[in-house]
């Protein structure tokens, strides 16, 4: 079979196709972008329709404000992200694969879990936003599909040889006691649609919209390119030595809670999140939690800054001679918004960022300084904080074994999509 070359990717196409949906009544545009091609993948469409769907659903997970600007940063790498995924469905059909559904149930147990909500939970809350829950569905399908796909293909190629375990057993145990680290990822390859300016200024929007309170697990899950999509970008615990040498110089020189800037890197960029460190050889039992209890002034995203910066001085100045969470509560009735009072208990790492940041160094009956947010100005004080026990692990050759196998699927599954984007006609439309 002979295939056309890729046509590179003009941006200012991608924009029109990408934002056309937001200019419209709804149902005006639902109709319109339902036939209007955004791109062509191979012989397959993708509209018009199905790339506002995505922007809004990603947009809705990763806890960014729905604004225009926000969803035309958004739509070229989301276009993308659709291309990779009907590229993956392709693949996957061509070998004859086909994804069971109780799959897809677990994986949308996963990403409801990601977001403190039950399933149930997850699709009251895409039908309140209006949200279609089939576009959620088949960006999971993708991604089993691609697992599925690249399992099938390098299996056999990936399986290590106990001489190759014992060598990364032995590099583990010279490792004991030095640090080690908790990182998650999102990796964005180089293709032929992209130019690598391009690759570089979509990596550098994610991290502002990151370091801005976006959910690291759903925006990893939404543009990553990588396996470890499908678990929000979790890698796990890993040494400098099991990093590439860019990687690492960045991990150790960060801080838990922190996002890298852009990470070029053979192949594409990295970008990583450090969510804790630790001393190899100790394990840390169960996770940091926190009772909260919060002061929620209201404020409308476009205030002037000036009334932005009154609302902080008077959060502070009242919030601070406060001692105890049940005058911080009587405070939060008095003077705050009817959302104020007891956020009750949840696990640190899964708070957004910025709230993460301020809160992971207090004590008990400490408070953030004001703090932010998309619709208000907040203050947090810690009623209580569970903190995770430290305990000795020992050195497992089944997990050992089990890294060094993900490592080089992760190896084929980059190189086998490169292939697949050389050998594909795709076709950006305005």
Same mark, same amino acid.
């Given at each position: 079979?002979?295939? !056309?070359?890729?046509?590179?990717? !003009?941006?200012?196409?991608?924009?029109? &196709? $990408?934002?056309?949906?937001?200019?419209? &009544?709804?149902?005006?545009?639902?109709?319109?972008?339902?036939?209007?091609?955004?791109?062509?993948?191979?012989?397959? %469409?993708?509209?018009?329709?199905?790339?506002?769907?995505?922007?809004?659903?990603?947009?809705?997970?990763?806890? =960014?404000?729905?604004?225009?600007?926000?969803?035309?940063?958004?739509?070229?790498?989301?276009?993308?992200?659709?291309?990779?995924?009907? =590229?993956?469905?392709?693949?996957?059909?061509?070998?004859?694969?086909?994804?069971?559904?109780?799959?897809?149930?677990?994986?949308?147990?996963?990403?409801?879990?990601?977001?403190?909500?039950?399933?149930?939970?997850?699709?009251?809350?895409?039908?309140?936003?209006?949200?279609?829950?089939?576009?959620?569905?088949?960006?999971?399908?993708?991604?089993?599909?691609?697992?599925?796909?690249?399992?099938?293909?390098?299996?056999?190629?990936?399986?290590?040889? /106990?001489?190759?375990? /014992?060598?990364?057993?032995?590099? &583990?145990?010279?490792? @004991?006691?030095?640090?080690?680290?908790?990182?998650?990822?999102?990796?964005?390859?180089?293709?032929?649609?992209?130019?690598?300016?391009?690759?570089?200024?979509?990596?550098?929007?994610?991290?502002?919209?990151?370091?801005? *309170?976006?959910?690291?697990?759903?925006?990893?899950?939404?543009?990553?390119?990588?396996? +470890?999509?499908?678990?929000?970008?979790?890698?796990?615990?890993?040494?400098?030595?099991?990093?590439?040498?860019?990687?690492?110089?960045? !991990?150790?020189?960060?801080?838990?809670?922190?996002?890298?800037?852009?990470?070029?890197?053979? *192949? *594409?960029?990295?970008?990583?999140?450090?969510?804790?460190?630790?001393? &190899?050889?100790?394990?840390?039992? *169960?996770?940091?939690?926190?009772?909260?209890?919060?002061?929620?002034?209201?404020?409308?995203?476009?205030?002037?800054?000036?009334?932005?910066?009154?609302?902080?001085?008077? $959060?502070?100045?009242?919030? +601070?001679?406060?001692? +105890?969470?049940?005058?911080?509560?009587?405070?939060?009735?008095?003077?705050?918004?009817? !959302?104020?009072?007891?956020?009750?208990?949840?696990?640190?790492?899964?708070?957004? @960022?910025?709230?993460?940041?301020?809160? /992971?160094?207090?004590?008990?009956?400490?408070?953030?300084?004001?703090?932010?947010?998309?619709?208000?100005?907040?203050?947090?004080? %810690?009623?209580?904080? +569970?903190?995770?026990?430290?305990?000795?692990?020992?050195?497992?050759?089944?997990?050992?074994?089990?890294?060094?196998?993900?490592?080089?699927?992760?190896?084929?599954?980059?190189?086998?999509?490169?292939?697949?984007?050389?050998?594909?006609?795709? /076709?950006?439309?305005?």
């Amino acid at each position: 079979m002979t295939f !056309v070359s890729i046509r590179r990717l !003009v941006l200012s196409a991608v924009l029109a &196709a $990408a934002t056309s949906f937001v200019t419209t &009544a709804e149902s005006h545009a639902q109709a319109t972008d339902t036939l209007r091609i955004a791109a062509v993948v191979n012989e397959e %469409v993708v509209s018009a329709y199905d790339l506002g769907n995505r922007i809004r659903m990603v947009i809705a997970l990763s806890n =960014l404000p729905n604004r225009p600007e926000v969803q035309r940063q958004l739509a070229p790498q989301i276009l993308r992200s659709l291309i990779d995924e009907r =590229l993956r469905l392709q693949e996957a059909e061509s070998m004859g694969i086909e994804v069971d559904p109780a799959r897809v149930d677990q994986a949308l147990a996963s990403v409801a879990e990601r977001n403190n909500m039950s399933v149930e939970q997850l699709m009251s809350e895409f039908d309140r936003r209006n949200l279609d829950p089939d576009t959620l569905v088949q960006q999971l399908k993708a991604e089993i599909a691609w697992s599925q796909t690249i399992f099938s293909r390098y299996s056999q190629l990936a399986n290590v040889t /106990d001489a190759e375990i /014992d060598a990364a057993v032995r590099e &583990a145990e010279e490792s @004991l006691g030095k640090p080690e680290y908790n990182i998650a990822e999102i990796f964005l390859s180089e293709n032929a649609t992209d130019s690598p300016a391009e690759i570089r200024r979509q990596a550098t929007r994610l991290v502002q919209q990151l370091r801005q *309170g976006a959910s690291f697990p759903a925006l990893a899950q939404s543009f990553s390119q990588l396996p +470890t999509a499908s678990n929000g970008g979790a890698i796990g615990w890993v040494r400098p030595d099991q990093l590439s040498d860019e990687v690492a110089q960045r !991990v150790t020189r960060m801080s838990p809670g922190s996002v890298s800037d852009p990470i070029p890197v053979t *192949g *594409g960029i990295y970008i990583i999140m450090l969510r804790n460190t630790r001393i &190899a050889g100790q394990q840390v039992v *169960g996770k940091t939690t926190v009772s909260l209890s919060q002061l929620h002034l209201s404020l409308p995203s476009d205030a002037p800054q000036d009334t932005v910066n009154s609302y902080i001085r008077s $959060a502070r100045d009242r919030s +601070t001679s406060v001692g +105890t969470c049940a005058e911080f509560e009587e405070l939060g009735r008095n003077f705050g918004s009817p !959302v104020s009072g007891s956020l009750g208990t949840i696990e640190l790492e899964k708070l957004p @960022l910025p709230i993460r940041k301020a809160v /992971d160094p207090l004590k008990v009956h400490e408070i953030t300084p004001p703090i932010r947010m998309q619709d208000a100005v907040v203050v947090l004080m %810690v009623c209580d904080r +569970t903190d995770p026990k430290v305990e000795t692990v020992e050195i497992d050759r089944e997990d050992i074994r089990r890294q060094l196998i993900n490592r080089r699927l992760d190896n084929f599954a980059r190189r086998h999509m490169r292939d697949l984007y050389r050998n594909a006609f795709i /076709d950006i439309r305005t």
